[in-house]
């Protein structure tokens, strides 16, 4: 299907949506591990797999096979927004006469293998790889797997299996979250390492501690390590292990059980069981409230931007944020789209290029050539023809497409049939130029009321706040709306980009819980609140809800 980072993260959202839609009309099913893969599943729909809804058996198709099957409504979510089948359909989860069960069945088009029984899935795949390879097929074979299902034997009687016969058309992801049925598994049975205490967090934090990957490449994998969340390292491990001859590849994804709901996250309980109804509102908010760090690198030293890059990648940024000025759209220079080429080895981060110049359209293919994975430009220098061809650019070299207003900029008349079509709509709040300047205050209601004309005209795509973010006014950008954030002077400007980036995150997730804590108060007043409260079992964050609740006077 081929859609660029922005897109993919979007049906990522709608996906975990979908999951939480069917699994508490079913009142059973499992959210846990639907949401530990629901990149890894996005990352596989909507860019590598090859497939046909309208034509599920298709010859030369690709093969997703969901060996930990019980993670089903994860499949059919993305089953539903590539085609298969109306998502309404996914209220039919789990009830007789349904094509959608509890585990993923053939009678469903478009599921290639009954999950249900663990651990014999990577066995299909290698023979579905092998029969491909012997009728000459295209097919590549992508296997998602459990952690859990990898105590059983026949997953490494697999393992050798598919070394022996180099089944390169097979791509296996482990969905490594560290948690299978009723416990942590490395306390049931330990993939790395025992886990003594309780605190999952600890094998989290020391790499050295992994050694799920040392097993499989003394089989004779190809092992490629990464963060399980992240879409784009998701990206470049499968166009890694795609291209690699001569063994299989799997991909170790680390990955958090119920990812994207606080109080289903690491917690054994969310492996099977679904969310009560009552609370479907208030999840879903908190899925639409995912938040991304874009430090902007300006505010470094602009003669070793080289080494800005490398400490927004290990300060884990979200978004390398990309000043681009002309000298003449502002007063400044910066750098072009020769330098963002030469930047764009150093990693796989999203490049988040912010376009402050004139004549966008002359220049905006040499920024995507030069490997942007998003470009903002801005509405004064466009109109509906140029913006139109800026448009049709970026969609066809899948590259996110973004839209920026100055201060005293309104979205113009012209924009307004492009707004269902932006990835992302940059609010200045400072005089564009330079960095290091103060928000401007009256960007908080500015960002409110576009926000309403935004939504009535049909935007799916993430509003960043550019311009004197700070930890101070972080929380209020988050709660006017905003979901990306630039960090010039207040992340770059700093020593410790990683501990500044934890307390940017640390400021979102207060504020996010906040808005919850509020969702939680209008839909059912103090009793809904306490209950929502309740849910939350794991780590500190209960005292944190139960501190917010009561500054709000929900006691
Ligand atoms: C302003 C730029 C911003 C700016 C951010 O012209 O678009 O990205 O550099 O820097 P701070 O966060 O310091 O305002
Ligand atoms: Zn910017």
Not at 47 to 74: F, I, Q
Not at 208 to 215: E, F, N
Not at 240 to 245: F, N, P, V
Not at 391 to 419: C, M, R, S, Y
Request: glycine share 10%.
């Amino acid at each position: 299907m081929g859609l660029n980072y922005y897109q993919i993260k979007k049906n990522v959202r709608r996906a975990r949506k979908l999951v939480i839609r069917a699994t508490s009309n079913a009142g059973s099913g499992h959210p846990g591990g639907s949401f530990s893969m629901a990149e890894i599943m996005g990352c596989i729909f909507f860019k590598y797999l090859k497939y046909d809804p309208k034509n599920p058996n298709w010859e030369d198709r690709d093969k997703l096979v969901l060996s930990k099957g019980h993670a089903s409504p994860g499949l059919f979510s993305n089953m539903a927004l590539a085609g298969y089948f109306d998502p309404s359909e996914l209220d039919t989860l789990r009830k007789f006469g349904s094509r959608l069960q509890g585990h993923p069945d053939l009678k469903c088009p478009g599921v290639e293998f009954c999950g249900g029984s663990l651990g014999i899935g990577l066995s299909f795949s290698v023979g579905s790889a092998l029969a491909a390879r012997i009728d000459g097929k295209p097919t590549r074979i992508f296997t998602v797997m459990g952690d859990g299902e990898t105590d059983e034997g026949q997953v490494w009687e697999a393992a050798m299996t598919g070394a022996k016969y180099k089944v390169d058309n097979l791509t296996a992801i482990l969905d490594r979250n560290f948690i299978q049925q009723d416990s942590y598994t490395e306390k049931v049975m330990p993939l790395d390492e025992e886990l003594v205490g309780d605190d999952l967090s600890e094998m989290w934090k020391d790499a050295s501690r992994w050694k799920t990957g040392d097993k499989w490449r003394s089989f004779g994998w190809n092992v490629i390590d990464i963060d399980g969340h992240r879409i784009e390292q998701l990206d470049h491990a499968i166009k890694k292990a795609t291209q690699t001859k001569g063994a299989p590849s799997i991909i170790v994804a680390r990955t958090i059980k119920g990812k994207g709901v606080e109080h289903m996250e690491d917690n054994p309980k969310w492996h099977g069981q679904a969310p009560k109804k009552e609370f479907v509102p208030i999840i879903d908010m908190e899925i639409d409230s995912q938040a991304m760090i874009a430090p902007s690198i300006i505010a470094g030293d602009m003669t070793n931007l080289e080494n800005e890059v490398k400490r927004c990648t290990n300060g884990r940024a979200d978004y390398i944020h990309l000043d681009v000025m002309d000298g003449m759209f502002v007063p400044n220079k910066t750098f072009d789209h020769n330098k963002i080429r030469e930047l764009r080895p150093l990693t796989v981060i999203p490049f988040d290029t912010h376009l402050m110049i004139n004549e966008p359209v002359k220049y905006v293919k040499d920024y995507v050539d030069a490997g942007s994975d998003i470009i903002t430009v801005h509405a004064e220098v466009c109109d509906a023809s140029s913006f139109g061809q800026i448009h049709d650019i970026l969609k066809a070299n899948q590259v996110g497409v973004g839209l920026a207003i100055n201060p005293d900029t309104n979205l113009p008349e012209w924009a307004i049939p492009f707004i269902p079509k932006l990835d992302q709509m940059i609010v200045m709040s400072v005089v564009p130029g330079k960095s290091g300047q103060k928000y401007i205050e009256s960007t908080h209601e500015k960002t409110q009321q576009l926000i309403s004309t935004l939504n009535q005209n049909g935007f799916d795509g993430y509003i960043e706040a550019d311009g004197g973010v700070t930890l101070d006014n972080i929380g209020l950008c988050f709660a006017d709306g905003a979901r990306a954030f630039v960090g010039g002077s207040a992340i770059i400007g700093q020593q410790d980009v990683r501990g500044v980036i934890r307390e940017f995150r640390n400021k979102i997730a207060h504020a996010r819980r906040k808005g919850l804590l509020q969702k939680a108060h209008d839909l059912g007043g103090n009793e809904l609140v306490a209950k929502w409260i309740d849910l939350h079992t794991i780590g500190e964050k209960r005292n944190h809800l139960t501190a917010i609740a009561r500054e709000l006077g929900y006691t």
